[in-house]
């Protein structure tokens, strides 16, 4: 009996050293772990670097299970301000122990929420380590927003180049882009909808989009910029009524732009309830969007000539890869 136990308490033994074992962490985006595992990968991270205080990648996977700790749990929820205060304690710490890494700098940028001020850090990691993916999405993000389309372009091809956008995706875009009007302005709601659609721009297809994702727009500076390039005028948005705006103005705002950009939204963005609610009677279905029209529309045959003539049912003469 003595025997069983300890050949029992051996395998337990053994398991917990198997589940505290310190794995990379993923991109909460592309591969979401149970919360467990990452209260488990903590403690393993913890372990490392109290192993090795120089030790960068041990550093910078405490950083993200850290962060993705922060973000996503909610039971037992302590205040925002608190989590916040928890992660800036453990840059201080990457700050002393690895101030010129890729991961120290990245990180800072990162945790500084696509605030500009923060922008110096991002470019001394590249400076650093400039064949990393992780600042990719970042590059293409700041292009955008700063309106600098080559750089837009240059990382987006560097996104698609790096395997990190799926054909699917690519195909999927594709057929968005090619039904809409000429010059549209196409409302995106994520990364899935906006990535490929830029990197088919960066490629040369349907340049003339305008490819806009909602929740950059609700950057200040950038939707400034981005209203005064489209000729959208009294788009000044006042901190406290900044739902109101994007409820009742935002959709009616853009159609009205004088340079008579067409207006759509893609299907991808349906979810965003608080942009098209009032103005469903306005959206007509045109096959993988919504036109925005102030009058009546024949969606039909938009439909109609999109599915039959325009989009790619095969994709057998769109390789996006080799």
Request: neutral net charge; hydrophobic residues 35%.
């Amino acid at each position: 009996m003595k025997k069983i136990m300890i050949s029992v308490l051996l395998l337990i033994c053994a398991y917990s050293a198997i589940s505290q074992q310190a794995e990379q962490i993923p991109s909460y985006a592309s591969d979401q772990r149970d919360m467990s595992w990452y209260k488990q990968q903590l403690s393993a991270w913890q372990n490392a670097v109290e192993k090795n205080k120089k030790d960068a990648n041990a550093w910078y996977n405490l950083f993200k299970v850290s962060r993705i700790i922060a973000m996503h749990e909610f039971e037992h929820k302590s205040p925002d301000l608190e989590k916040e205060q928890s992660i800036d304690v453990l840059l201080q710490d990457m700050e002393k122990w690895i101030p010129n890494t890729y991961e120290y700098n990245f990180c800072k940028w990162q945790q500084g929420g696509n605030n500009m001020k923060y922008y110096p850090y991002l470019q001394k990691a590249i400076a650093i380590d400039p064949d990393r993916k992780e600042h990719i999405d970042y590059m293409i993000n700041i292009g955008e927003m700063e309106r600098n389309l080559k750089q837009r372009h240059e990382y987006s091809l560097k996104k698609m180049s790096s395997g990190q956008m799926s054909a699917g995706m690519l195909y999927y875009n594709y057929n968005v882009l090619a039904g809409l009007e000429r010059n549209a302005i196409l409302l995106t709601a994520g990364d899935n909808d906006t990535y490929p659609a830029w990197a088919l721009q960066a490629k040369g297809f349907r340049k003339d989009v305008k490819v806009v994702n909602l929740y950059l727009l609700q950057i200040k500076e950038y939707r400034e910029k981005l209203f005064a390039e489209l000729g959208i005028k009294n788009g000044i948005v006042e901190e406290s009524s900044e739902n109101d705006f994007y409820k009742n103005k935002l959709l009616p705002l853009l159609n009205g732009n004088s340079n008579n950009y067409p207006l759509c939204i893609a299907l991808t963005s349906a979810g965003c309830n608080n942009y098209m609610n009032n103005f469903a009677q306005n959206l007509y279905l045109t096959g993988l969007s919504y036109s925005y029209k102030s009058s009546s529309f024949d969606n039909i045959a938009s439909l109609k000539k999109n599915v039959e003539q325009l989009y790619a049912l095969d994709y057998l003469d769109k390789a996006f890869y080799e």
